[in-house]
């Protein structure tokens, strides 16, 4: 395929050697004359490992040139990668003034180009930015998107020192597009790469990146904290890291990582304060572990403001135990939320399959009767009593009961989701999902 390159630097420099291996025909734009001539003379912009021998061979087979003409590029290639820098502003925002530069260099040349054009943006750029790209173009050139180009979100995983490795071996090809041949099309660009291929609306893509480098960031931080407890205490760090890290269940793993309500229950709570009290002892600071109880109290206003702006009095809260299954009620964050609601006037009308169970058999009859005897005056024998008398649904959690229910809930009836209920749900009218 005949590809142009914005931009050669580390990731347009990578990419263009990379590409050119893999058959590609690829031209390097630059603003940089130096960075230009560079390439031209078979020499690399970046010093990375192997960087050096596969631009100087490709350069020799032809594969690759650069330029500082975009007219001509563009007009020579069908697919474009954006891969100019995107550097923080003085105020910490993203200055997006090269990409948009270069939007309005594809404006000028669409305009008079006839062929169909693809524009994959390879920057880490903020959602939103390919559809402003997008807008620049289409009001500079009189073209529409979709029609004549299409936008592609297409970023970039590799690491500086490891940039060739990275991109032969990506964790995952990520493509966001609104135009599935356009999609295809980048796609096939990497079809040699041993990674899976995802394809997904184009805010996800592009919001990918800083979730992925904020987490990381995130990583680095904790098993700081973590490790200077552990040098406080004496303990071997990396020991504990280790044996965290070989539990591929709970701990490096997907669970816990479902946007929803808060946390709770007898063990997180608990543990968590644990921690943090004895680095405290020791006078280890750890504001990252201090901050997530913070986060989690957080969720419960969220949730107490979604209710409030609703305008609905009478609440029916499905659920009232930490999670689905259970009968704990220690921590729930549900006990805290209608707690909190009950302090605000509003009539609360409560059903959890699980208490009521426990309440029968006398299991957890006396932490009700002890800590919660406001809440256990509330709760209904039966479901049907709950959706009868209330205006507003409140799920707590996932039970089928719930949300076989829920399924034939009429349309209109509102519905605050805790937990993601399944798609049918979702898509009823009043519905609304505590994050999504
Ligand atoms: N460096 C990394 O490890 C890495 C990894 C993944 C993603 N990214 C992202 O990729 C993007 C590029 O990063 P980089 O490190 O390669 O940047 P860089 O600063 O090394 O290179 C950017 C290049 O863009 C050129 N440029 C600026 N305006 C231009 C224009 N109008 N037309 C053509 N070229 C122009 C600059 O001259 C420069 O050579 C950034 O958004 C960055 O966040 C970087």
Not at 212 to 228: C, I, M, P
Not at 284 to 292: C, D, G, R
Not at 329 to 354: C, F, H, Q
């Amino acid at each position: 395929m005949n590809i142009s390159i914005f931009g050669l630097g580390y990731v347009g420099c990578v990419s263009l050697g990379c590409l050119a291996r893999n058959g590609h025909n690829v031209i390097g734009v630059d603003v940089s004359e130096t960075k230009v001539k560079q390439i031209n003379s078979g020499l690399p912009t970046i010093i990375e490992k192997d960087i050096d021998h596969i631009i100087r061979e490709e350069h020799n087979r032809c594969r690759i040139s650069a330029t500082t003409d975009f007219d001509r590029a563009i007009k020579q290639t069908e697919v474009s990668i954006i891969a100019v820098g995107t550097p923080s502003s003085t105020t910490g925002h993203l200055n997006l003034e090269y990409i948009f530069k270069v939007a309005e260099n594809f404006g000028h040349v669409l305009r008079e180009k006839g062929r169909f054009h693809v524009i994959a943006i390879r920057s880490t750029v903020l959602p939103g930015t390919s559809e402003k790209f997008a807008e620049i173009v289409e009001r500079v050139s009189g073209k529409k998107k979709n029609v004549d180009f299409a936008m592609v979100s297409n970023p970039e995983f590799l690491r500086e020192g490891t940039a060739v490795y990275d991109y032969y071996n990506p964790p995952v090809t990520l493509i966001g597009s609104e135009h599935a041949e356009a999609a295809d099309k980048v796609a096939s660009l990497y079809k040699k790469l041993p990674a899976q291929v995802i394809i997904t609306d184009v805010k996800v893509a592009e919001l990918m990146k800083y979730v992925n480098n904020t987490f990381h960031a995130l990583k680095v931080s904790f098993g700081n904290e973590v490790g200077n407890i552990c040098s406080a205490l004496g303990i071997d760090s990396h020991k504990v890291m280790e044996i965290f890290c070989a539990d591929k269940v709970l701990n490096i793993s997907p669970y816990y990582f479902k946007p929803g309500f808060a946390y709770g229950g007898s063990c997180l709570p608990k543990d968590l304060k644990g921690l943090q009290t004895l680095a405290h002892d020791h006078y280890v600071k750890t504001p990252l572990i201090e901050s997530i109880d913070k986060t989690n109290e957080l969720q419960i206003s969220r949730a107490v403001e979604m209710i409030q702006q609703t305008k609905k009095r009478k609440l029916g809260f499905l659920g009232l135990s930490f999670k689905a299954g259970t009968d704990d009620l220690r921590n729930s964050p549900a006990v805290a939320l209608i707690e909190t609601l009950l302090g605000k006037g509003y009539e609360i009308a409560i059903y959890d399959k699980n208490v009521q169970l426990s309440q029968l058999t006398g299991t957890n009859k006396e932490y009700i009767d002890t800590h919660i005897p406001h809440l256990s005056r509330l709760m209904k024998a039966q479901i049907s009593e709950l959706m009868n008398e209330s205006e507003l649904i409140i799920v707590n959690n996932k039970e089928k009961e719930y949300v076989e229910i829920l399924s034939n809930v009429e349309e209109e009836h509102p519905i605050i989701d805790m937990v993601r209920l399944p798609e049918d749900i979702r898509k009823k009218k009043n519905y609304k999902g505590i994050n999504w």
